[in-house]
């Protein structure tokens, strides 16, 4: 049996797309639904997603954000008062046109994203310098039409949060944009044992309706790109298109300034892109629904199961489940390594007698005997020594899966047979990105923050000045 | 400032309708949005449904449940599936007919509430007893097309909570059906200080496509009856509906059994016309997002923020709020009063010298000298005891305003002249539910589960031999 659960997984290297496939149904993670492009969430993947919510949230409260919830829709006209936005979502917007038997006057678009509906309630709430900044996110759900989906990195519906703020002035709202973007990578640097790399999309990459995008992006096992949470500056463009206007304190009227941020349920895409490996989900612990599965063995003996009992009662502070049900040890393990919970304690009546147990981790299947005496502080610091490891690795295969093209022949070699990204130097001009994605597939991911390196003086396209240093990948 | 907060509310007694709509507003706990019966969760409203959602989850997963999340979207054909259901919902559905530019080939319905979903998914994972029971439930917002709405209590999308719960057999169905019941009217008791009458719906007032429904029924300030939460046992009807079939220990083929249970952003429409007064919102303490402000009297005075800022901290086990602004005391006292804060303490000079503070209570306005020391124990006290007071008189009030009647006449001279729920017994008949709705606009709210007392051998209505005892009221 425990062989069986293996085997069904198609190997990442044969096939990584269909070993991703594998993964999200294997492990319990989505279903597929009969709404076409639409997944249902099982308990393990929405174990997950309320583990990333609860920390991101945390994190969110601490910058001062409150949440609030805004309606599912949009009026058509609203929709359509800032132009570039309108443009970006209108071709993949839902549209509702009946409510109950009567067609409606105006037809509701299913929001793809909220920021017209945070526009207009600004309009109402700010009128004074003293009403801002406002920062606020909701939790919720988005629809895009998508013609080709996939689960969690590509549907029609999908969970996020959008967080929506207002200031006085462009810099603070530049202030707020990056202050997020550095949440977001800080939360997948320590929770999620994810390295990205920030930067500013290309103004053909940004989001719709926006100054300037900020990203992070990650790297999963195959080498392509994962956008993993976006932050945008939209100086006053949305408040000139609604006209949100506040008294400054010189009593002069002024135009607000506003963001928005989003991180969504594709992260969980990214979890099983980086961390994954043949035999299932690797999770990290920060994060994992389960952190510790405990397996006795011989559970039959009495003394087994209360001494596991005991064990389970010892390890509460962390997310412990003792698999005390009528299945084999063997089927236990294999599922531990499905579902990739970090840790597997296995306890059985010789263990008992020598004072130990055996603990068996996820990531890299290292057997180790430990004393049953302060095993407490064992797990505990072993957990932190996964979440290191498995951000080292994570950050070694990144690393070494950058290349640098000065010659656009050499572009061209390395996004062909090198999984990875590409550093290379960009003059500035849209024409050169739609040439190296007609020619390549790869689109600019980002302009890097930390790394200003100019490695040549020429765009790798078109030979002029180059202006920008750009990581350019084929992207999820 | 103070007294111009506190004018601008409607007295309850004057037009409860309008005191309610004040209250939402003036407390900041929604807006009114661009789309017609869809409201804005401002921060201090989001708030207390972050607070219900954490003490409610929590709640459920001791139980058991785990938490998924299904589409937003239901096909036409799937919604149709259950006859009762589907003209129970269809009149009020929201229907998508457009993807992007292209007309739908099946027009979906947005999610007025998920039981087909449900039942499409337990038909593809359950096929023996093993898979059984499976305890869902999810978090999200649902719509439902009603053509008058109100803040909370009614309106075009709600969020709530949806659990859908599966079985072998039906006694098992029925004891998770009660068993959730009893989840809500102890959640109601004892985290929101509010009474409820559990029991069982009639057949008109259940839910569509429901063997039995149970609610409990809490009373409001006007004495009308507001449904909370309900509970319902489906019995096999949806599972022969979707052929949702399980193989049994025996190896023989059987039908499931399910069940259903809710509970809504509604409830914060109980929490205000239960506990609310003229100067604003009431909050029982273990739900409010602030329940001790501090108030600093003097606070240009160093020694005074000082302390205030060190009372603060020695309360950290509470959710505390210092109000430093530059507004005046007045101000900082209105608010607490319209927002509902349970504790306000305020910190002078003089106090500081005396070793004292002044701690007043919102529900009772009794101002307390207490002193510095052992605060933290002072105010852990005086919370329960809010709650233990806000209880008992929401119980007062429930138990004050229940009216026996024997006959018709007596009947209708409650409903038109006393505020309350009015006991009376009943055949049986639809007919008779229908007569007095027609006659004096009251609807069956429930039989009730403790109250089994025969106040009379003959229906209220027909006089004929009567069957239940009924509570009958006005209601939300």
């Given at each position: 049996m425990a062989e069986k659960l293996v085997k069904d997984i198609t190997s990442m290297d044969e096939d990584f797309a269909q070993w991703y496939t594998d993964i999200v149904t294997r492990a319990e993670l989505i279903d597929y639904s009969s709404v076409k492009g639409c997944m249902i969430i099982k308990p393990a993947g929405y174990a997950l997603w309320e583990n990333i919510q609860k920390e991101l949230d945390r994190r969110f409260k601490e910058t001062g954000v409150e949440n609030v919830y805004m309606p599912l829709f949009i009026p058509e006209s609203l929709l359509q008062k800032e132009k570039d936005h309108v443009e970006g979502f209108a071709p993949e917007a839902a549209w509702v046109t009946m409510g109950g038997s009567e067609p409606l006057t105006e037809k509701l678009c299913v929001r793809p994203t909220s920021e017209t509906l945070f526009c207009d309630f600004y309009k109402n709430i700010i009128h004074s310098y003293r009403d801002l900044p406002r920062n606020y996110n909701q939790w919720c759900s988005v629809v895009r039409w998508e013609k080709t989906t996939r689960p969690f990195l590509r549907s029609r519906e999908f969970l996020w949060q959008e967080g929506h703020t207002i200031h006085a002035t462009y810099e603070e709202a530049e202030e707020r944009t990056v202050r997020m973007l550095n949440v977001y990578a800080d939360f997948c640097r320590e929770v999620l044992a994810i390295p990205t790399i920030r930067g500013r999309k290309t103004d053909k990459e940004k989001?719709?309706?926006?100054e300037a995008t900020y990203t992070i992006e990650a790297m999963m096992h195959d080498g392509k790109a994962l956008q993993s949470g976006t932050s945008h500056n939209f100086g006053d463009g949305f408040a000139k298109a609604f006209g949100i206007e506040f008294t400054d304190k010189d009593n002069t009227l002024h135009t607000a300034y506003q963001t928005s941020w989003g991180l969504s349920t594709r992260i969980i895409g990214a979890i099983i892109m980086v961390h994954g490996d043949n035999d299932g989900l690797v999770l990290p612990p920060r994060i994992a629904p389960v952190q510790v599965v405990i397996v006795p063995i011989q559970q039959a003996k009495e003394e087994v199961m209360a001494k596991a009992g005991e064990l389970k009662d010892r390890l509460k502070n962390f997310r412990v489940k003792l698999d005390d049900s009528d299945r084999r040890p063997g089927f236990k393990f294999a599922e531990q390594e499905m579902r990739g919970f970090p840790l597997r304690i296995e306890i059985g009546p010789k263990d008992i007698e020598a004072g130990h147990c055996v603990v068996v981790r996820r990531d890299t299947r290292e057997k180790i005997t430990a004393d049953l005496e302060g095993i407490e502080e064992f797990v505990g610091r072993l957990l932190d020594q996964i979440h290191e490891d498995m951000y080292r690795r994570a950050k070694e295969h990144l690393d070494s899966c950058i290349y640098d093209a000065k010659s656009y022949d050499e572009f061209k070699d390395i996004i062909e047979n090198k999984p990875g990204f590409v550093r290379a130097m960009w003059c500035g001009d849209v024409e050169c990105e739609d040439q190296i994605k007609a020619d390549t597939t790869a689109t600019s991911r980002c302009m890097p923050f930390e790394d200003q390196e100019r490695?040549?003086?020429?765009?790798?396209?078109?030979?002029?000045?180059a202006k920008h240093l750009v990581y350019w990948g084929k992207a999820y």
């Open positions: 989001f719709a309706g926006a490695i040549s003086e020429v765009c790798v396209c078109c030979g002029r000045p």
